[in-house]
């Protein structure tokens, strides 16, 4: 099992960035695939990025349009969102997951959850 804590979550304007941290820890984390999804009230939890802890490949929802960028800084285990001209459509808890698959964009093929950190973008 993995342990993730996310941080970095605040309130910001629209047009702000802000850039969310997930610190890991417990099982070995070069095979399995880390996401960061989001949920809005009323909403369902969904995808934003993915990236592979070997090679860095990525992949984003269609609503990032360029504006966010995953990353990983693996001597720190530590996996990275940062978010560039938020909009306030942007607004809700953003969660930090890994996945026991190296690659994977469907949130019920990820097994381990931090507790999420509430993004505010006011207009």
């Known amino acids: 099992q993995v342990q993730l804590v996310e941080s970095g979550g605040g309130l910001v304007q629209a047009g702000g960035s802000l850039r969310l941290s997930c610190a890991t820890s417990?099982?070995?984390?070069?095979?399995?695939?880390m996401g960061w999804f989001r949920q809005a009230p009323g909403n369902e939890r969904e995808f934003v990025a993915v990236?592979?802890?070997?090679?860095?490949?990525?992949n984003y929802a269609d609503f990032v349009q360029g504006r966010f960028t995953i990353s990983r800084e693996n001597a720190k285990n530590t996996v990275y969102l940062q978010m560039k001209n938020l909009k306030p459509e942007d607004t809700a808890v953003y969660y930090c997951?890994?996945?026991?698959?190296?690659?994977?964009?469907?949130?019920?093929?990820?097994?381990?959850w931090g507790q999420g950190t509430q993004v505010t973008v006011s207009s």
């Open positions: 997951a890994s996945s026991p698959l190296i690659w994977t964009t469907s949130k019920s093929q990820y097994d381990s």
């Open positions: 990236i592979t802890w070997t090679g860095g490949r990525t």
């Open positions: 417990g099982a070995t984390l070069n095979t399995r695939a």
